[in-house]
């Protein structure tokens, strides 16, 4: 044998010596896990070696591969399920909105003045007061504060704006300001609304030229979205997340993450929808979404590109959501009447079919915000018109939001392998208000899971978190197990059960944190489930999510996070 084959075959011989091809770097046993995985979805044992799992069966079988430099850990027979993801958030704006401090939880009209007068005795009289997230839907009263009302609170001079990105109300003294009068004409993309006798009542809808001046705060640096970034990952993993879909970028957010990414500090995976505008000249338009330099797919395990969003429409909480028909007499809660008004398209009809069809020719995932009937069935109809020119079959263009998908909708879905991004919290928190505007025949169609699940459509779960750090207080609520619960329960805010028969097992809502959102990112044959060769992403739970009483779920948290075999977060040491 020559010389340097006989070196070879001894270090590979002291190679295998040393480090047993199969020998775990990490073995979790006496658990309970719940794989999703369809040979064996129980397990008591797991075993991990670099960064994927390499085993999962019973305990005798997997300690076998521990070795002595093996790290077991006893799992006590707790819970383990695999790593969350929730589909939908917003990190780096959710944490910047608590840079300055806590924002308050702001449940009505007193609340809200109470918060005013506070801040007006702590700042300069010529400070404006902004307060973000005030929508009439989660307000006691079932409707947005009037102007007279925020100079109760402020002080007859004061600037003071409530506002929620959508809608706002100005006291007197800001719609001065602003320039806004009886005789200011009506906005073409939004509403000034008027008294009885002419005046404006202070609430503005829409029509963000006209706001903009309160609107546009100091801009964020790289270094604030680096810390945003860091903050939110962290408490991400706090509630069992490992993986989001961030629905929303641009150059400068890309940064951050590439920062962190490079730096080896990005613990989270992460999936980056990034937005293009869907209004505007149609070559313009055209132009910007040729101009990205990368498509759907871009990256790695840890950050990667996803998918390409418009804006189709408003929201539904300040009914600005298009629909299928007029909002209709109710829409007290809104702040405006108007029985001819179906809400706003914010994209032009002609731009969203031209964006499905490039987004489709150039290889992009498309996505769009659309949170009314309305909408859903035009994007619908986009994506048929792309799937005729080229099959967009295997290329899982979502529906963000779809908060009312019909009959109609589902089956067109299913038809063209489109996959859906929701947000089951919803329920909870608006459902009574939207019920009285809308009333129960709309209503059947608000987030129907079950008749999703059994359509055999792909259904992700998220939040949209968008304010706030803490993962039950944010809007939206973040934490996984009370989306779960949600989608188990249906429960409202009011105690009421909205449509029972649309609720879904645990396993399903599971599900839909797991498998479903890593499928909606191309990504269920390296996460979502606990199976060998997988990443190994885990949560290891303070209770049982499969057994516990229901109403026990939503209060359900993580005892410890896993990304990449590692631990990411430790209630107490493992
Ligand atoms: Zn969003």
């Known amino acids: 044998m020559p010389p340097h084959r006989l070196l070879v075959l001894l270090c590979f011989v002291s190679a295998a010596w040393a480090q047993p091809v199969e020998t775990a770097d990490t073995v979790l046993y006496n658990g309970k896990i719940v794989t999703l995985w369809t040979e064996r979805p129980q397990v008591q044992a797991v075993a991990i070696r670099g960064g994927r799992f390499l085993a999962a069966g019973g305990d005798a079988e997997i300690r ?16 383990v399920v695999p790593g969350l993801i929730d589909s939908h958030v917003h990190p780096i704006g959710a944490a910047l909105s608590e840079q300055e401090g806590e924002i308050p939880v702001v449940g009505s009209i007193a609340d809200l003045q109470q918060y005013i007068r506070k801040l007006a005795r702590a700042t300069p009289p010529d400070k404006l007061i902004f307060v973000p997230k005030i929508y009439g839907t989660r307000m006691k009263e079932r409707r947005y504060p009037t102007r007279q009302e925020l100079d109760a609170a402020g002080g007859p001079d004061r600037l003071v704006v409530a506002d929620n990105g959508y809608a706002a109300v100005l006291s007197t003294a800001a719609l001065k300001k602003a320039g806004i009068g009886r005789d200011t004409p009506p906005p073409s993309n939004g509403k000034i609304i008027r008294d009885a006798s002419g005046e404006p009542t202070g609430l503005i809808l829409g ?54 990414w490079r730096k080896g500090e990005l613990t989270i995976r992460a999936n980056i ?11 313009q338009v055209r132009e910007q979404i040729r101009r990205l330099p990368v498509a759907t797919g871009f990256g790695d395990d840890r950050l990667r590109i996803g998918a390409l969003k418009i804006t189709l429409d408003g929201g539904i909480l300040i009914g600005t959501a298009y629909l299928r028909e007029p909002y209709g007499e109710h829409t007290e809660v809104y702040g405006y009447q108007d029985p001819d008004y179906r809400g706003v398209l914010a994209s032009p009809r002609e731009n969203v079919f031209e964006i499905a069809r490039l987004a489709n020719q150039l290889g992009w995932q498309m996505t769009a915000h659309t949170t009314g009937g309305g909408s859903t069935d035009l994007l619908l109809e986009a994506y048929e018109a792309a799937d005729r020119e080229q099959s967009i079959g295997d ?38 208000a939207l019920a ?8 059947r169609d608000f987030h129907p899971y079950r008749s999703l699940f059994d359509a055999g459509l792909i259904v992700a779960g998220g939040s949209d978190h968008m304010i706030k750090l803490d993962s039950r207080r944010a809007i939206n609520p973040f934490h996984p197990f009370f989306g779960m619960w949600m989608a188990i329960t249906r429960q409202l805010v009011d105690g009421s059960i909205a449509n029972p028969e649309q609720r879904i097992s645990r396993e399903q809502a599971l599900r839909m944190w797991t498998l479903n959102a890593a499928y909606l990112s191309f990504d269920e044959k390296r996460k979502g489930s606990i199976e060998p060769g997988k990443l190994a992403d885990l949560v290891v739970l303070t209770k ?11 209060d359900l948290e993580a005892q410890a996070t896993m990304v990449d075999g590692q631990f990411v977060y430790t209630r107490e040491p493992m």
């Open 273 to 283: 929808t990034v937005t293009t505008p869907g209004a505007g000249p149609l070559e």
């Open 544 to 554: 049982d999510f499969l057994t516990c009483p229901e109403a026990e779920i939503r």
């Open 64 to 79: 076998r591969l521990a070795g002595p430099a093996t790290r077991q850990i006893d799992l006590r027979g707790r819970v």
């Open 207 to 260: 029509a963000p030229q006209l706001l903009s001046r309160f609107r546009s705060d100091r801009p964020p640096t790289h270094q604030d979205r680096l810390w945003a970034l860091r903050t939110m990952q962290q408490r991400y993993h706090q509630a069992g997340l490992t993986s989001i879909i961030d629905r929303g970028q641009g150059p400068e957010g890309l940064r951050a993450y590439q920062e962190l």
């Open 436 to 443: 009285k505007v809308l009333g129960p025949a709309r209503m």
């Open 395 to 432: 290329r899982r263009f979502t529906l963000t939001h779809a908060n009312f998908p019909n009959p109609g909708a589902i089956e067109r879905a299913r038809r063209l392998g489109v996959v859906l991004d929701m947000q089951p919290a919803w329920l909870h928190l608006d459902g009574p």
